[in-house]
């Protein structure tokens, strides 16, 4: 043992370092313990705020969309409460997806691909629910209700649902309801683009659920309510939401700011019982031609007012909203019969001889100078009294453009030239007044043009002129087409309504009102606001003018032109048309459609038509009718007879102006005997 470590005690080297860990360790357990403390003990008013105040989100709140009645107050449109059955992509797993989908179809009679499809194909929030089907049966909303476990995501929803209690009888009118496309979503984010017909355009900046829209929304699709969808959906209200830390609504924790508007409603201009014999009167037309489509529509020449409109065949319109199936939806598009095509205001056709209306006026107005040798019994200016030799054909070079009755009639005054509708008249009479005037008059009356009816996707119609000719075939016009157009031939076009607004017009005494088939709108307090009438022209024509085409029109009737017309107890004006179209036959001829406008005048039983008092105006329209005589004209007068209660079978001879049915053998051109 050494002197040094003699007499003391020897201390181990590692207890100095387990001394220093001991502190470290109580120093770090004391500041845990007081972190802990902090956090669970001590009060943080700033984070117990954060913590009390859950996410919110805004959603709209649905109003109850307004309902359509007649004329007499009869529901077309009404709601009713079904159920639909959503899913909410959050609440469903990628992994069992398919597994519901299966469960889904089986319950709902669809395909399950589909229901995936519908699902994947959502573009809004995950936290969004997605409609799968609408309308669902009682039992199986209770079903899936009662099994929520079996089918996460998925859920039952109380709504309302469109009836159409009529059916198809106003389908074209009523339209349909049904989920908004992607593309009418779209459309409403762009701030200056209305995405309804008529509609004013979203204000600047406006979204799509600023207006209450979203990508499951049930809207308008066709008809009075796409054309009327701002009114009839009303107004949305607006909520707030809680929303727990995975985005999930919390039962309960919900503050209303504005509550929903109710939409408005409509009454129509139309009576059930006149759009009832108005589709009695077009199907028996049709039926007796063997032909399918066809239109009538009747109007007040006074006020623009639509008193029936009937285009066929028709389709149902509950099936649209109810969910139309693939397969019947593709049939219906498949139909060469154009169901889904409102063909009284949608398309357009040659007017034939009605638009002699306008080539008259023109000449009548413009009293065009006689000259050169074609003109043998004019001389000076053209006038009510001049007279033009109806004749066997016009020659233009080589060309030959035949009388309807290849013969002729000889000298004629306008108002032989109409009552006679005598082709080769009105061929001078265009050549006369010349294009650019017969275009101006055309236009004067409507035509070439959307006549602005309440109703979404109408016509234009055709006027032509040497532009409108250079646009589409590069070359001024002919003159042998300006003399088809002078009798309502070759280029021109326009539909049903387009027509009659235009002899509307002319029975009134020269006011062009603006079609409409809505009366009045109801906001939901119950107060009604009519619809005004609303003039779109003022025909530059004098009345004696006027008065002269409404009395040349009434001659149409007495020289028997429209057979027993004549013989009904009431007085009926009118002309008749037959309009080429297609393409040739074997023998060189070509099929026809069939014209017939007339009205009466105010007191129909002992009126006349020098007062411009009608107030009612009927047009029918034959596609392809092909017949002996004009159906047509049969189809008018078969309506009036139920329109005023007349007495008698109207289809026996003892009823006098009788149905003249051997009209509608089908034949091909004017009494010519069909060799087919």
């Known amino acids: 043992m050494s002197v040094a470590t003699e007499g003391r005690q020897a201390v181990p080297r590692n207890a100095y370092r387990f001394g220093a860990f001991v502190l470290a360790v109580a120093v770090g357990v004391t500041a845990l313990s007081y972190r802990m403390f902090d956090l669970q003990i001590v009060p943080h008013p700033s984070a ?28 077309l449109a009404q709601n009713i409460v079904t159920y639909s059955v959503t899913v909410t992509p959050s609440d469903l797993s990628l992994s069992q997806k398919p597994l519901v989908a299966e469960r889904l179809a089986s319950l709902l009679d669809a395909n399950p691909v589909d229901i995936e499809t519908t699902i994947d194909s959502a573009t809004g929030s995950l936290y969004e629910p997605i409609k799968i089907a609408d309308n669902v049966p009682v039992a199986v909303a209770r079903f899936i209700e009662e099994n929520g476990n079996l089918l996460p995501g998925v859920k039952v929803v109380v709504i309302s649902h469109r009836r159409y209690p009529a059916g198809p009888l106003f389908a074209e009118l009523i339209g349909y309801t ?62 707030t939401v809680a929303l727990d830390d995975s985005g999930k609504a919390i039962p309960g ?15 129509l201009t139309i009576d059930t019982h006149e759009q009832q014999i108005a589709q009695k009167a077009l199907a028996w037309g049709l039926s007796a031609a063997g032909v399918t489509r066809g239109v009538i529509i009747v109007e007040n020449p006074q006020n623009g007012n639509i008193l029936a409109m009937v285009s066929l065949p028709s389709y149902d319109d509950q099936k649209f909203a109810d969910g139309i199936s693939e397969t019947d939806f593709q049939k219906l598009l498949a139909d060469p019969s154009q ?12 007017p034939g001889s009605t638009f002699k209306l306008v080539t008259g006026t023109a000449g009548l107005q413009d009293n065009p100078k006689c000259k050169g040798p074609e003109f043998d019994y004019c001389s000076g200016t053209f006038n009510d009294s001049t007279t033009l030799l109806s004749q066997p054909y016009i020659q233009i070079g080589a060309f030959k453009f035949w009388e309807w009755n290849k013969q002729g009639w000889g000298p004629l005054n306008i108002t032989q030239g109409v009552a006679y509708s005598s082709d080769t008249f009105f061929y001078q009479l265009a050549r006369m007044v010349g294009l650019d005037r017969l275009a101006f008059w055309a236009t004067q009356y409507g035509f070439g043009h959307p006549t602005g009816i309440d109703l979404p996707y109408e016509a234009k119609g055709i006027v032509p002129t040497n532009v409108w000719t250079q646009q589409n075939f590069g070359h001024d016009m002919y003159t042998g087409d300006i003399l088809q157009l002078g009798i309502g031939q070759e280029y021109v076009a326009a539909s049903p309504l387009q027509l009659l607004n235009a002899y509307s017009a002319m029975a009134n005494g020269g006011n062009v009102w603006q079609p409409h088939v809505v009366q009045s709108i109801t906001d939901s307090s119950g107060k009604a606001t009519p619809v005004q009438p609303t003039l779109l022209n003022r025909l530059p024509a004098s009345q004696q003018t006027l008065e002269t085409m409404r009395l040349a029109t009434r001659a149409v009737v007495t020289t028997r032109h429209t057979y027993n017309l004549v013989d009904l107890p009431i007085k009926v004006a009118g002309k008749t048309g037959t309009a080429e179209f297609g393409v040739l036959d074997k023998y060189g001829r070509l099929p026809y459609h069939e014209w017939f406008v007339g009205y009466v005048p105010g007191d129909p039983y002992n009126g006349d038509f020098t007062k411009p008092d009608s107030q009612l105006a009927v047009v029918a329209f034959i596609y392809g009718a092909d017949t002996w005589g004009n159906v047509a004209t049969e189809v008018v007068k078969y309506y009036m007879m139920l329109h005023y209660g007349l007495k008698g079978d109207p289809f026996s001879i003892r009823t006098p102006g009788y149905i003249q049915t051997w009209t509608a053998k089908r034949t091909n051109f004017y009494g010519s005997p069909n060799r087919d």
Do not use: W
């Open 253 to 267: 924790l919900v503050t209303p700011h504005k509550p929903p508007i109710p939409g408005e409603s409509l009454t």
């Open 48 to 75: 117990y705020a954060a913590a009390s105040i859950p996410t919110t989100a805004s959603q709209s709140i649905p109003s109850t969309r307004g309902l359509i009645f007649d004329a007499s107050g009869a529901p």
């Open 339 to 350: 169901p889904l095509l409102n063909k009284a205001i949608a398309d357009q056709y040659a």
């Open 178 to 239: 049904g989920q908004i496309t992607q593309a009418q979503y779209d459309d409403l984010k762009k701030p200056t683009i209305g995405y309804y017909a008529g509609e004013i355009p979203p204000a600047e900046g406006t979204k799509p659920k600023d207006l209450g829209y979203s990508t499951s929304d049930v809207v308008g699709q066709n008809g009075l309510e796409a054309s009327y969808e701002a009114q009839l959906r009303g107004t949305y209200g607006d909520e």
